[in-house]
């Protein structure tokens, strides 16, 4: 009886920990929202925060610029962030523009972004910039076009965006919920040998 007990209990704390391991395993494979091009002669990084983009919730997009040829930062460069278009979502609507910013556009319809050194008093790299304000009106899938002018020349490059239904997060609900049942079988089986 003892021997089947400690075997339970065995398979429960592995049960628990594999459990754990897929949170945070998924919360990190969610999390890898770094995307990189080239245009022209720059090589492009563009990432966002939240790196899950939500609809109606608002995000920062920084691109970060280096010279493709040298591996050089490109600082004092000006950075427009065009409308983004959306490509498909799940009415079936498409080519539409619908990203709302906090800041204003200017003639050429698109949004300066500008160059940051640190944001939060945490540093960036050089040749990092910014746009914050960002939201998508609805889920699916964007594209968002970035003008890079520079004494290196200028280039266009186009970042293709997921934004997801905002709500709740399943994942983080399921497994809380799992981990609050394997805490459950545990206490009533130290319950149990206590008696």
């Known amino acids: 009886m003892n021997y089947q007990r400690k075997s339970m209990k065995k398979i429960l704390l592995s049960l628990s920990l594999l459990l754990l391991t897929l949170l945070f395993a998924t919360n990190t494979l969610a999390s890898s929202g770094k995307i990189e091009q080239d245009a022209g002669p720059y090589h492009v990084i563009m990432q966002t925060n939240p790196e899950s983009l939500m ?3 608002t995000g920062t997009m920084t691109i970060i610029i280096k010279n493709k040829a ?8 000006k950075v427009m962030m065009s409308k983004s278009t959306m ?25 300066a972004m500008q160059e940051q050194s640190s944001m939060g008093g945490m540093a960036m790299d050089p040749g990092s910039y910014m746009a914050e304000g960002m939201k998508f009106n609805q889920p699916g899938q964007w594209n968002q076009s970035v003008t890079i002018s520079s004494s290196l020349g200028e280039s266009t490059v186009k970042f293709p965006i997921t934004v997801g239904k905002s709500g709740p997060n399943l994942v983080l609900i399921g497994s809380v919920a799992g981990v609050v ?9 130290l319950k149990r040998k206590k008696s």
């Open 181 to 189: 049942v394997i805490v459950g079988l545990l206490a009533a089986m």
């Open 87 to 111: 490509v498909s979502s799940s009415t079936g609507d498409s080519g539409m523009a619908g990203m709302d910013m906090s800041s204003s556009m200017d003639k050429q319809g698109g949004t």
């Open 70 to 77: 040298t591996g050089q930062p490109v600082t004092g460069a």
């Open 55 to 57: 609809a109606n919730q």
